[in-house]
């Protein structure tokens, strides 16, 4: 980019001058001047303060940041590319010198034409040239021991490669190397025998070198002699061809080896995953210890053997996925998918201790066939569900499991504390949990391909439509249309008595609360650690499954609680509306009183009755379902009842008619009013779910009534007796309603406000009903 921009720039400089010669002229004659101060110069076209200068250095500095990161980015976005490059560069290196060789060869031969010619013109015309009888006018001279040694160099070579000498024909070659290279300089071997000699040297090396690839690719080659041909090929100065080679090798072995092995005709194919496993693993192993002992760590080297490893890695995964792990996922084997990988994985990080992490290439293929297998599994726990929710009878029974899992942690904790684990759940919910737990007791790769989460949000969909199949239990349910859909029109069996509707959530509350919890506990990184990566990564891997755990617990509860709001809410509706539709919490009730003043029985209203009767009635029967879980049948009770009371918070009707109707709320009404709610305040605090905010919403709506009452020109506070009166007439209507009478004071009334209103005022009350 800098060179770019200086082009430019040079560029347009240029272009400017040739356009304008003359200001350029004119603009460089400052320069020429005498007088020219360069410090006074530099100081008028330079603008930059020193806050200017630290922020270009800033900006200097973030710019050769970002383009680090960016070349990092590049290099491992284009490492493939960058390995085959490598390769194609080594290869042409071989190449080239192969060219190179063949040149010199050329030019010896060239140069052994020129200088024989040369003597067989000198030789005619010498005065040591042959008589007319053909005689030499001089003895010839004999050959020097080292021409000797050349002229018998090939036949010996020959002699070494036919007797596959190895060692013996590379130091020949060596030394024929050396010959040579000493003779160039001193001139120790004519022309023509140097070029005889290189020529020998060639061929010879070029046939050695087929001996040694033939050799190699012959399956029968193996161990040490494998081995020493490459070395040995490596020593002729074919590096590259002879790495390729032994991988190949090592190829052809495993291939051969493979024609024995078979699919295994087991459903799972863990036999079959195992045998090819040790298979291509021991050959990558064999093939990266040759490759180290022979090439060491040349980066060239290593790149290839990484290479070759991953495609073999790649081809492994192809075959167990088609012969293992495709009819497992098919038909949600989970936990048959997960052994197939747990003894792949097993192998492969063998590999490690020769510097080959090829587990997360492995894991990556693996990936798609186990989240098939999890999404299968998933999908029969969800259809099987369904289909023994619609035959439950919703009754809770002993889980069949619990007192064995009781039974195991009796060595190690209290009896006491045993209790925990002995729960009940319908027929349903216990095959739901069942098929859970079995679910989660193979699930060492889910975490290694970084499926937790994807396991924990399958988990709680599955959940989700057990609740929308309980909702649909509940007879009259306001979702039952919206969720006939989405349940696939699975009939379930409808929860009539009020204990069937709580069975359905206790099945709910235990399985979100307690066992599918404790289940997904398998899921933690400290159980799991498929290789040895995943050690350096359990701190935060800690953190974030915690806090992914967290965060699903909460989405269970959110599912319970649409439950528990569709129960309270049906039976809040089946209190305050008749068979017929008709509402029985209408202002009528109250208003009314006031012109009937001799037939009030002190009392609470009956619909406030039956809602009493009614939590006393799920509060026992809570009490024998949630044991050990009281506080979930607490708060489900104090839903209730905040219901039925948000209810008559939120109708609009009855305040239209309190306030604003044809007869107004008389002093009796009040009462009668402010005892009801009393009653609410007192058997929701007896029973221990009294709220805040029940308590606020029961005040909320007494100073309502108060208010209208203090709207027709009474003042509510003189009509209403002292708390301790509705405190003895609500624990009296308690004690009746519960089967137990209650001793009265005899010097009192409980039946009359007189004890706690002034006679003045109930008269006043009374004027003021007849009226």
């Known amino acids: 980019m800098a060179t770019a921009k200086t082009a430019r720039t040079r560029g347009s400089a240029t272009k400017e001058k040739d356009s304008n010669p003359p200001k350029l002229e004119e603009s460089l004659l400052l320069f020429k001047s005498d007088k020219f101060d360069a410090d006074a110069y530099v100081q008028s076209k330079c603008s ?21 990161e960016e070349l990092r980015k590049s290099v491992y976005a284009n490492y493939a590319a960058f390995i085959r490059t490598s390769k194609e560069i080594s290869d042409l290196e071989g190449e080239l010198s192969s060219i190179r060789n063949l040149l010199s060869t050329q030019a010896a031969l060239i140069h052994g034409l020129a200088d024989g010619v040369l003597v067989d013109a000198s030789s005619i015309n010498s005065p040591g040239s042959p008589t007319e009888n053909g005689v030499s006018s001089f003895d010839e001279t004999e050959l020097s021991d080292l021409e000797k040694w050349a002229s018998e160099f090939p036949d010996l070579l020959d002699v070494l490669l036919a007797e596959r000498k190895i060692d013996e024909a590379l130091d020949t070659l060596d030394e024929g190397d ?85 699919p295994s005709s087991t459903s799972y194919g863990g036999a079959y995953t195992a045998a090819l496993s040790q298979l291509v693993f021991s050959s990558i192993a064999h093939a990266a210890s040759d490759s180290i002992l022979i090439f060491g760590k040349e980066p060239a080297y290593t790149s290839e053997l990484v290479m070759w490893a991953t495609r073999q890695v790649e081809a492994f995964a192809h075959l167990v996925k088609r012969h293992a792990l495709s009819s497992s996922a098919a038909a949600g084997g989970l936990r048959a998918a997960s052994e197939c990988v747990q003894i792949a994985i097993g192998h492969c990080s063998l590999l490690e201790a020769r510097g080959l992490a090829l587990c997360p ?38 889980s069949p499991t619990s007192a064995r899992q009781s039974s195991s942690r ?67 349910s306001m979702e039952e249309e919206a969720n006939f859909e989405s349940l696939g029109n699975k009939i379930v069996r409808l929860a009539e008595t009020e204990a069937q509707q709580i069975a359905l959530l206790a099945n709910a509350s235990l399985l979100a609360d307690e066992l599918l919890p404790r289940a997904a506990m398998k899921l933690s990184p400290l159980r799991q650690h498929p290789y040895k990566d995943d050690l350096h990564r359990r701190p935060a891997d800690k953190q974030n499954r915690h806090v992914e755990q967290r965060e699903w617990k909460r989405k269970l509860a959110s599912s319970v609680d649409r439950l528990k709001d569709t129960f309270c809410r049906q039976h809040a509706l089946d209190l305050i509306f008749t068979e017929e539709g008709d509402s029985r919490l209408i202002a ?45 049948a607490t708060l489900l009770l104090m839903r209730l009842t905040e219901t039925v009371i948000l209810w008559l918070s939120g109708d609009q009707s009855f305040w239209d008619d309190i306030e604003d109707g044809p007869r107004p709320l008389g002093p009796l009404g009040l009462q009668q009013f402010y005892l009801d709610m009393k009653f609410v305040i007192c058997f929701a ?27 027709i020109g009474i003042d509510p506070n003189s009509v209403l007796p002292e708390d301790e009166w509705f405190n003895e007439v609500c624990l009296d209507a308690m004690d009746r309603l519960s089967g137990k009478p209650r001793a009265i004071n005899g010097d009192r009334e409980i039946t009359s406000p007189t004890a706690s209103v002034s006679a003045q005022s109930i008269s006043s009350v009374r004027s003021l009903g007849s009226a």
């Open 178 to 262: 050396r010959i040579v290279a000493e003779s160039k300089q001193t001139k120790a071997l004519s022309a023509s025998v140097l070029s005889l000699l290189q020529n020998a040297i060639i061929e010879r090396r070029q046939k050695l070198a087929d001996q040694l690839a033939e050799s190699a690719n012959q399956a029968s080659t193996r161990g040490s002699e494998l081995r020493s041909a490459i070395a040995a090929l490596k020593r002729l100065g074919d590096g590259p061809r002879a790495h390729t080679l032994l991988l190949n090798a090592h190829l052809q072995r495993y291939q051969y080896n493979m024609q024995s092995l078979r």
């Open 588 to 632: 009528d009730m109250y208003i009314n009183m006031d012109g009937h003043p001799d037939d009030i029985d002190w009392f609470p209203s009956p619909i406030f009755q039956e809602l009493f009767e009614k939590l006393t009635r799920m509060a026992s029967m809570a009490a024998d379902m949630f044991v050990g879980r009281e506080r979930f």
């Open 410 to 476: 009796l060595s190690s904790t209290s009896v006491g504390s045993t209790t925990a684990f002995q729960y009940s759940l319908t027929s349903s919910a216990q095959h739901f949990n069942l098929m859970v737990q079995d679910f989660f007791e193979d699930v060492g790769p889910l975490l290694s391909m970084q499926l937790g989460g994807q396991t924990l949000e399958g988990l709680f969909q599955v959940f989700n439509s057990y609740v929308d199949m309980l909702i649909k239990a509940l007879p009259g």
């Open 48 to 68: 930059l303060n020193e806050k200017d200068i630290k922020q270009l250095c800033s900006s200097l500095l973030e710019m050769k940041k970002a383009s680090a």
């Open 685 to 711: 605090s007896q029973g221990r779910y009294l709220s805040r905010n029940l308590h606020r919403v029961v005040n909320e709506i007494i100073s309502k009534a108060m208010t209208a009452v203090s709207a």
């Open 361 to 398: 290439t492995l894991l990556k293929l693996f990936k798609p066939s186990v989240e098939q297998a999890l999404e299968a599994n998933l999908k029969r726990i969800k259809e099987s569900t369904a289909a023994l929710a619609a035959a439950d009878d919703w009754i809770l029974a002993n």
